[in-house]
């Protein structure tokens, strides 16, 4: 099975900063990869597709990169509304795995 | 518009069974896999099963592997997942989650349901 570490697990930063998730794979995937965003009782949403390709309606502060084995989540200026669980996800083969989770929370 | 519904969630003993179903609409139902991801109470995502369009492949964590099936029945455009030998550990929201395609690969799940929590309890 495909494992993916994803850090840091929480992370507290200010409105306006520049913020980095990475997940790590212990394969390579290609570019079969995901990341998530999920708000406190709500199911999660899909950010990033293919390892880069933003989905219709998410803010342009967004960005994925990355492929083979390592990949990020940058939000490049923090809003508050961005307060959530962000995940990622490997598709390339079953069963398909989670990250652990990176908590954002606004100092 | 998209929508997926779950249903069938609830207090079951260790050792029981629950069918646990998801409704979809908005698109046609056949042409997508879709998936079963849970969430236990204060901990992460945990993809648990998946169906192709036509429902001939499916695939299984390793911790329900044997314990749970994977259905559908594209005609009611209604994916399923029978629960059976439910352990505590089983206790989490369940979500349906459609796949999305890029270029022919799996490359997301582009809508999810808004889960049906399941707890296994005595």
């Known amino acids: 099975d495909i494992q993916l570490t994803q850090s840091p697990s929480f992370l507290s930063a200010s409105v306006g900063d520049r913020v980095t998730i990475t997940c790590r794979a212990s394969?390579?995937?290609?570019?079969?990869f995901a990341w998530y965003q999920q708000r406190p009782g709500k199911a999660p949403e899909l950010l990033i597709s293919?390892?880069?390709t933003l989905q219709s309606g998410v803010p342009s502060r967004f960005s994925g990169s990355g492929s083979g084995t390592e990949f990020t989540l940058t939000i490049s200026s923090l809003q508050p509304e961005d307060c959530a669980t962000y995940y990622c996800?490997?598709?390339?083969?079953?069963?398909?795995?989670f990250g652990g989770g990176t908590k954002v929370e606004i100092k | 518009e998209v929508q997926l519904l779950e249903s069938g969630g609830g207090l079951v003993q260790p050792g029981g069974s629950l069918r646990l179903s998801c409704a979809a609409s908005?698109?046609?139902?056949?042409?997508?896999?879709v998936n079963w991801v849970r969430q236990a109470p204060g901990k992460g995502l945990e993809w648990v099963s998946a169906?192709?369009?036509?429902?001939?492949?499916?695939f299984y964590a390793d911790s329900v592997k044997g314990r749970f099936t994977i259905s559908r029945d594209n005609s009611k455009n209604t994916l399923y997942l029978q629960m059976n030998s439910l352990r505590a550990e089983d206790t989490a929201v369940y979500y349906c989650?459609?796949?999305?395609?890029?270029?022919?690969?799996?490359?997301?799940?582009?809508?999810w349901g808004q889960g049906t929590l399941v707890t296994v309890s005595s």
């Open positions: 989650a459609r796949h999305t395609y890029c270029s022919g690969t799996r490359c997301g799940h582009d809508y």
């Open positions: 908005g698109f046609t139902f056949s042409n997508y896999g």
């Open positions: 169906v192709n369009g036509n429902g001939g492949t499916t």
């Open positions: 394969e390579g995937i290609s570019s079969s």
């Open positions: 293919a390892s880069s």
């Open positions: 996800q490997q598709l390339y083969s079953h069963p398909l795995t």
